[in-house]
C-alpha cells in the first residue's frame, strides 16, 4: 500500500537553530514529491514541487532535496514566523491524487 | 489573482442533516480536488472533479456522500443524512492541468470545518 511518513511529528527550535524534517515514501511511480506548510485554521500552501532524485529547491530559508527514498525539508536559521506544520505529499502514477504524510509541527522559540 | 475560495468556513449540522460544502477553483482551474482533515491525521484524498465529470471518486465513501462540479458554478460537496463521524475539515484543491509538471500542483482553499452535533 502507497505510504508517506514524515518524521519527526512534532520539534520545537530555537529561532536559529538549523535542522532538517524528513518524508520518507514508498509510493511506486512517483511522479511529483510536494512540500506545503499549513497553519492553523488554514489550508496547506504550496511551498515545493522535487519530481526526480537529486533535485532541489529553495525558497528563503528553507530547502527541498529529494532521493529515490524521502525527501529532506531543511530550515536554515529558522525564525519565529516559521512555525508551522509542514506537510510533504507524493502523486502517484495516475496522478489524480495526492498522498499527504500527517505532518511535522514545527515551533520556533524566540 | 483569488486563490481558491471555500464556503461556509465553518458549518454547524444536526445528525441527520444534510451537509452542503462549495468550492471555487483559481480563476482557469479545471481539474478540483476534494480531501477530508480529521484531528491527528493527514489528509485523505475523496474525489477528483472536471468540469461535468467525476474522473477518480475512489476515495470517496459509497454512501451518503456525492460530488459534482457542474459546467457553471462552483463544485459542491455534498453529505446526506450526517453522523457524528462526518465532523472534519474538508478541503478543496484546483490545478491547471493534468500531467506532470508546474501545471498539475494542487493549491488548496481555505476548508470547511464541519461540526455534526
Known amino acids: 500500500e502507497d505510504q508517506v511518513t514524515q518524521s519527526p511529528e512534532a520539534l520545537r527550535l530555537q529561532e536559529g537553530e538549523s535542522s532538517s524534517l524528513n518524508c520518507s515514501y514508498t509510493?511506486?511511480?512517483?511522479?511529483?514529491l510536494f512540500w506545503y506548510r499549513q497553519d492553523p485554521g488554514k489550508g496547506p500552501e504550496f511551498l515545493f514541487t522535487?519530481?526526480?532524485a537529486g533535485e532541489e529547491k529553495e525558497k528563503e530559508r528553507l530547502k527541498a532535496t529529494l532521493t529515490k527514498k524521502e525527501s529532506f525539508l531543511h530550515i536554515t536559521a529558522p525564525k519565529p514566523e516559521d512555525s508551522a506544520t509542514y506537510l510533504c505529499?507524493?502523486?502517484?502514477?495516475?496522478?489524480?491524487?495526492?498522498?499527504f504524510g500527517t505532518g511535522t509541527s514545527l515551533t520556533v522559540i524566540p | 489573482n483569488a486563490g481558491v475560495m471555500q464556503n461556509p468556513r465553518h458549518l454547524v449540522r444536526r445528525r441527520g442533516q444534510e451537509a452542503r460544502l462549495r468550492c471555487s477553483p483559481m480563476?482557469?482551474?479545471?481539474?478540483v480536488y476534494w480531501y477530508r482533515q480529521l484531528p491527528e491525521e493527514g489528509l485523505k484524498f475523496m474525489v477528483y472533479?472536471?468540469?461535468?465529470?467525476?474522473?477518480?471518486e475512489s476515495g470517496m465513501p459509497k454512501e451518503r456522500f456525492s460530488a459534482e462540479f457542474p459546467k457553471e458554478g462552483p463544485s459542491i460537496l455534498r453529505i446526506q443524512q450526517v453522523v457524528r463521524g462526518d465532523s472534519a475539515a474538508y478541503f478543496c484543491?484546483?490545478?491547471?492541468?493534468?500531467?506532470?509538471?508546474?501545471?498539475?500542483?494542487?493549491?488548496f482553499g481555505p476548508g470547511t470545518r464541519l461540526l455534526v452535533l
Open positions: 484543491a484546483s490545478s491547471l492541468l493534468p500531467g506532470q509538471g508546474p501545471q498539475e500542483t494542487q493549491y
Open positions: 509510493v511506486s511511480g512517483l511522479r511529483g
Open positions: 522535487l519530481y526526480s
Open positions: 505529499a507524493v502523486q502517484g502514477p495516475t496522478g489524480n491524487q495526492f498522498y
Open positions: 480563476k482557469g482551474h479545471s481539474h
Open positions: 472533479l472536471q468540469k461535468e465529470n467525476i474522473i477518480d
